[in-house]
């Protein structure tokens, strides 16, 4: 069984950025590609990236270029570093890994105008 616990989230102004982090525990966690989701009030989960054992990376056009996630191994947590922050980007941010299907409980991000 693997743990997700989320962290980092906050109240920024637009223009602003936040350091999200997902530290995992119960698996080998180098061996997993890991990804973050956000879901806004009213609307469907989605994809915003993926990391995966590679260090290979994708984003969604939303975030490409504002938006960076890497990972530690030896921490055992994956992080999305967010720039340039937009009213558009409140939501709660999750991190799901794959193999699994495991997910956080969420942290909240609210960007003010």
């Known amino acids: 069984q693997l743990q997700l616990v989320e962290s980092g989230g906050g109240l920024v102004q637009a223009g602003g950025s936040l350091r999200l982090s997902c530290a995992a525990s119960?698996?080998?966690?180098?061996?997993?590609?890991m990804a973050w989701y956000r879901q806004a009030p009213g609307t469907e989960r989605e994809f915003v990236a993926r990391?995966?054992?590679?260090?290979?990376?994708y984003y969604s056009n939303s975030v490409k270029g504002r938006f960076t996630i890497s990972r530690d191994n030896n921490k055992n947590t994956a992080y999305l570093q967010m720039n340039s922050l937009n009213p558009e980007d409140t939501a709660i941010y999750y991190c799901?890994?794959?193999?699994?299907?495991?997910w956080g409980q969420g942290t909240q991000v609210t960007v003010s105008s």
């Open positions: 119960g698996r080998t966690f180098s061996s997993l590609s």
């Open positions: 990391i995966n054992s590679g260090n290979s990376t």
């Open positions: 799901k890994a794959y193999g699994g299907d495991y």
